[in-house]
Structure formats: C-alpha cells, structure tokens
C-alpha cells in the first residue's frame, strides 16, 4: 500500500499557530495510509462486526490489527467503547517497537499475569515505570496524561522527537506536572488530541477506539520522519542541494490555505517549503521531492480528516481555488457514505457566472472569505463577528470590499448594488433603502473608522441571497465549534436542518 503523508497540522506549521485540539468523540480522520509489511496476524485479520468502515477510528484499527499490534476479540467484535488499561496500552508499543524480552520485579505483576511479558518488556525499555513502592499498576484503567507520557517515552526510542507547542487548553492547570513536558510534545505532533470543548481532560481514559487512533498516529509521525530513499542518493547535482527556489521550479506551487482551530486565523502552508526544510536535516535519507509533495498534498486534500471539526478546521483553497474547484476534491468518494455527503453540503465552492460572489464569514473569527468567480479574496472583519442568532454584526466596509459589483463607501456607511442602496446611520435602528426608511434589529455602531451593522440585514436590502449554515459536519455539538454566515449575489438553498 501506497504511503500517504500524515496531515498534523501543529507539528507542520510550528508551535505558535496551536492548531491542535481535536474531539474525541468524533475524532478527526487525521490518519493515513502508512503501513508497512505485516506479520501472520494480516493472514488472519478480520474486519469486525462491531466497527463501521465510517468510523472514525476504522482505518487505525484496521491497519494495527493487519501489523498484529492490537487485537479483537473470539466472537470477531473489537469492542471499541472497552476499557484499556495501563499494561494494555504499554502492550501496545511493545508490539510496535518489537522490544526483546525482560524481566520485572513489580508487586503487582507476578510472572503469571498475562501482560506479564510485555509490561516488563515495556519497563525495561522506559516506556511504564512503577511507582515509590513498586507497583506498576498494569491493570488500571489508562489516563490520556499517562498516554502522552508512554507514547512521548516510545517516540525517543526511534528518534529525537522533541518539539513542543504552548498549550491552549481550558484546563491546562490540571495538567499533572509529570505529564505537561509529553502533552505539549504530542500536542506538537498531532497524536493525542484535545476535547471539543478545548479541554486535554488528563484524567479521563481513552477506550480502545480512542487507544487505537492514538497508536496510529504515534506509528505513522515515526514512519513519516524516516523515508527510505526510491534510488541511491546520486552525487553532485542532487536534490538534497536543491535550493528552495530550485525545488519550487521542480515541482511547482502547492499551497493550502486552512482555517486554524484555536484562533479561527487563515494561514497558508507552503508543501514545497515544509519538504524542503526536511531535506536540509542532517543525515536525511528521502526520495525524490516530487514523490514527497505528492504525499503531502493527497494528505492534506483528504477531506476525512477535516470530518470532525469542520469548520473549527477547514481546508479552505489549494493553488488560490477553492477545494472543490480543484482536481484534488475527491467528487467520487464524497458520496460514500452520510458523512461524507453532508460535509459535501456545507463545503463553499466558487461561483460558476461571471461577477458572482459568495462570502462566507465564520462566527469565531475575524478571517473570511469571499468566493468570487475567477478567484478568492481573503479578508479581516477586524473583530470577530457579534452573534445576533441568524445575523452577525461585522464590519460592513470589511465585509463587502472584494463582493464583486458592490460600491462601499470608506468607511461603509453607505453601499450600493445593481439599483438598490443603503445609508447607515450610527445609533439608528433603521436603514435608508432607495430612500425609505427600513428598520433594523441592531442600531448601526460607528468605531474606528468603521461602520459596524447587521451583515444579514444590509444584504438583504441590497437585494443579496444570505443563509445561516446551522447543520452538517462539525455543527452538531453547539456553538462552542462555530458556524457560518453565507452571503451572495446569487440564490443560496435554503433547506431545514442544513440552513437557515
């Protein structure tokens, strides 16, 4: 099987965008395809009855289960929501480190224990240890700060993963002190991830789903830092002394732009750049640039892993289009299966006519987007939008300054469409529309130079189409993950339950 770039957003584009967090309970598809050779259990292996090929932890379970590093059950159920304990969890990386054998001298894990073997091979190697009086406590239930521990402790055994990130959690206090240096590692590199509340949660446990996808994402940032090479290195010429000019020419331009979890803040990644900074490592052992880049945008286009906190995190444009404008949207997969269809919903593409527009401004951020026919404009609301439920208050000037066809005045008092214009008049709960007074909910706000309104409202009045997304992926667990507000000079469907 094909290796796919893993997409971990934090460890690609550094500690200061903190672009970590993930729901477990719907944890996000940031999985790959990375496996490699298998033992006797791929033979055997089985998909289980009680694990849907739309599950968010499918594709982990399945490829540990092919590699033997985690199992199921006799009546063929893997028993996703059950519990994992400390020596379980330990078992796990053993497995996929393949230590040798050893010994330990624990209280409360005598030689006749079943784990007995590979908690002590686990212990032996650093990644379990036992606590003052001896006992390792192998049998109780596993905490996520004793994960990111055990996971962090396996990791320095295949290399020097060390990067850290500041941590953003609501509950970053209650963080053990022990465990704070490993959640900040594997928070950097995407593998164990926050509640969607914003919260880590160290003391709640992970169930072998939630275990499983930890596990595989440990495996696949391992096996993604360490390519071995398609050909010999060649001599002189090579692309190891490529600049980033030169590989750029090689390889052409792919750069994303994806809305940021934490902040709501639209950032770029530059594919190019992130592979070259992997060739300039000491000792980089790779395959040749274009293989690379094409890993990594088939893992960042893969719409699965943007399931779960769409759109708290959103692909939003590949080369300047919009995802589905380009040939990376996978159009004959979105309909796989019903959670695929209604992210495919609520996914903005561009226009199809000449001069259309359609802007789409995210509740928890200043950062939008307006979606024009030839191009997408990026804009800065300045402050983040003011919920007025099926309104925002935003800035009107920054709002409407890339919608095609649209005259704003500086500092957006007054705006005009086809035959239609608006006066603002700060403080007044009403318009002028063509001249007649029209009311409104919110009186106009004047402040730094801006007029502030109902972006709702005013559209409107301009004759625009406009819609609130209320449903669809990453919609379902309240306002904590945002929603959009979409405006256009064109007619947007409007269907109960999806918008409103």
Same mark, same amino acid.
């Given at each position: 099987?094909?290796?796919?770039?893993?997409?971990?957003?934090?460890?690609?584009?550094? /500690?200061?965008?903190?672009?970590?967090?993930?729901?477990?309970?719907?944890?996000?598809?940031?999985?790959?395809?990375?496996?490699?050779?298998?033992?006797?259990?791929?033979?055997?292996?089985?998909k289980f009855k009680d694990v849907a090929n739309d599950?968010?932890?499918?594709?982990?379970?399945?490829?540990?289960?092919?590699?033997?590093?985690? !199992?199921?059950?006799?009546?063929?159920?893997?028993?996703? *929501?059950?519990?994992?304990?400390?020596?379980?969890? /330990?078992?796990?990386?053993?497995? #996929?480190?393949?230590?040798?054998?050893?010994?330990?001298?624990?209280?409360?894990?005598?030689? !006749?224990?079943?784990? #007995?073997?590979?908690?002590?091979?686990?212990?032996?190697?650093?990644?379990?240890?036992?606590?003052?009086?001896? #006992?390792?406590? /192998?049998? @109780?239930?596993?905490?996520?700060?004793?994960?990111?521990?055990?996971?962090?402790?396996?990791?320095?055994?295949?290399?020097?993963?060390?990067?850290?990130?500041?941590?953003?959690?609501?509950? *970053?206090?209650?963080?053990?002190?022990?465990?704070?240096?490993?959640?900040?590692?594997?928070?950097? #590199?995407?593998?164990?991830?926050?509640?969607?509340?914003?919260?880590?949660?160290?003391?709640?446990?992970?169930?072998? /789903?939630?275990?499983? &996808?930890? +596990?595989?994402?440990? +495996?696949?940032?391992?096996? =993604?830092?360490?390519?071995?090479?398609?050909?010999?290195?060649?001599?002189?010429?090579?692309?190891?002394?490529?600049?980033?000019?030169?590989?750029?020419?090689?390889?052409?331009?792919?750069?994303?732009?994806?809305?940021?979890?934490?902040?709501?803040?639209? &950032?770029? +990644?530059?594919?190019?750049?992130? &592979?070259?900074?992997?060739?300039?490592?000491?000792?980089?052992?790779?395959?040749?640039?274009?293989?690379?880049?094409?890993?990594? +945008?088939?893992?960042? !286009?893969?719409?699965?892993?943007?399931?779960?906190?769409?759109?708290?995190?959103?692909?939003?444009?590949?080369?300047?289009?919009?995802?589905?404008?380009?040939?990376?949207?996978?159009?004959?997969?979105?309909?796989?299966?019903?959670?695929?269809?209604? $992210?495919?919903?609520?996914?903005?593409?561009?226009?199809?006519?000449?001069?259309?527009?359609?802007?789409?401004? %995210?509740?928890?951020?200043?950062?939008?987007?307006? %979606?024009?026919?030839?191009?997408?404009?990026?804009?800065?609301?300045?402050?983040?939008?003011?919920?007025?439920?099926?309104?925002?208050?935003?800035?009107?000037?920054?709002?409407?300054?890339?919608?095609?066809?649209?005259?704003?005045?500086?500092?957006?008092?007054?705006?005009?469409?086809? *035959?239609?214009?608006?006066?603002?008049?700060?403080?007044?709960?009403?318009?002028?529309?063509?001249?007649?007074?029209?009311?409104? =909910?919110?009186?106009?706000?004047?402040?730094?130079?801006?007029? %502030?309104?109902?972006?709702r409202e005013v559209a409107e009045a301009l004759g625009?189409?406009?819609?609130?997304?209320?449903?669809?992926?990453?919609?379902?667990?309240? =306002?904590?993950?945002?929603?959009? $507000? @979409?405006?256009?000079?064109?007619?947007?469907?409007?269907q109960q339950g999806i918008w409103e």
């Amino acid at each position: 099987m094909n290796k796919t770039s893993k997409f971990i957003i934090t460890s690609f584009l550094g /500690a200061g965008l903190a672009l970590s967090p993930i729901t477990e309970n719907v944890i996000n598809i940031l999985d790959s395809k990375n496996v490699v050779k298998v033992e006797a259990a791929a033979a055997t292996h089985k998909k289980f009855k009680d694990v849907a090929n739309d599950s968010f932890a499918f594709e982990a379970i399945d490829e540990l289960t092919k590699r033997g590093i985690i !199992s199921g059950y006799k009546d063929g159920a893997f028993q996703p *929501n059950g519990t994992v304990t400390r020596g379980q969890f /330990a078992a796990f990386l053993v497995r #996929y480190l393949n230590l040798p054998d050893a010994d330990s001298k624990f209280k409360d894990l005598p030689k !006749s224990a079943a784990l #007995y073997k590979d908690v002590s091979k686990a212990a032996k190697a650093g990644i379990i240890k036992g606590d003052t009086k001896g #006992y390792v406590k /192998a049998h @109780e239930k596993v905490s996520r700060a004793d994960i990111a521990v055990m996971i962090d402790r396996a990791m320095q055994l295949k290399g020097k993963y060390n990067e850290t990130t500041e941590l953003n959690f609501k509950d *970053n206090n209650s963080i053990p002190a022990y465990a704070m240096e490993s959640v900040k590692k594997m928070t950097k #590199y995407g593998i164990i991830q926050g509640k969607g509340n914003n919260t880590f949660a160290p003391t709640e446990y992970a169930d072998r /789903a939630v275990s499983a &996808v930890f +596990v595989h994402r440990m +495996v696949e940032t391992i096996e =993604s830092q360490i390519e071995p090479p398609s050909k010999p290195p060649v001599t002189d010429d090579d692309y190891y002394k490529w600049s980033y000019e030169k590989m750029k020419q090689e390889v052409g331009t792919h750069e994303f732009k994806i809305r940021e979890e934490f902040s709501g803040k639209i &950032v770029t +990644v530059d594919v190019v750049k992130r &592979v070259w900074d992997r060739y300039q490592l000491p000792g980089a052992k790779l395959p040749h640039p274009k293989e690379l880049v094409k890993r990594e +945008v088939e893992g960042f !286009s893969d719409v699965r892993k943007y399931v779960a906190l769409y759109p708290q995190l959103e692909l939003i444009a590949y080369n300047g289009k919009a995802l589905k404008n380009t040939s990376l949207y996978p159009k004959d997969k979105m309909q796989a299966n019903r959670v695929l269809i209604d $992210l495919d919903m609520v996914i903005p593409s561009q226009p199809t006519e000449k001069n259309q527009f359609l802007i789409d401004v %995210y509740s928890l951020s200043p950062d939008f987007v307006t %979606y024009r026919t030839e191009d997408l404009k990026f804009g800065d609301l300045k402050e983040k939008p003011k919920n007025l439920g099926k309104d925002y208050f935003v800035n009107i000037e920054e709002l409407f300054a890339n919608a095609t066809g649209i005259k704003v005045a500086k500092d957006g008092s007054k705006l005009a469409y086809g *035959n239609n214009k608006v006066v603002l008049t700060a403080g007044k709960k009403a318009m002028m529309v063509n001249g007649k007074e029209q009311a409104l =909910s919110t009186a106009p706000v004047f402040k730094n130079g801006s007029y %502030y309104a109902p972006a709702r409202e005013v559209a409107e009045a301009l004759g625009l189409s406009a819609r609130k997304v209320i449903s669809g992926i990453g919609y379902g667990t309240g =306002s904590e993950r945002g929603y959009k $507000l @979409e405006i256009a000079n064109f007619d947007l469907e409007l269907q109960q339950g999806i918008w409103e």
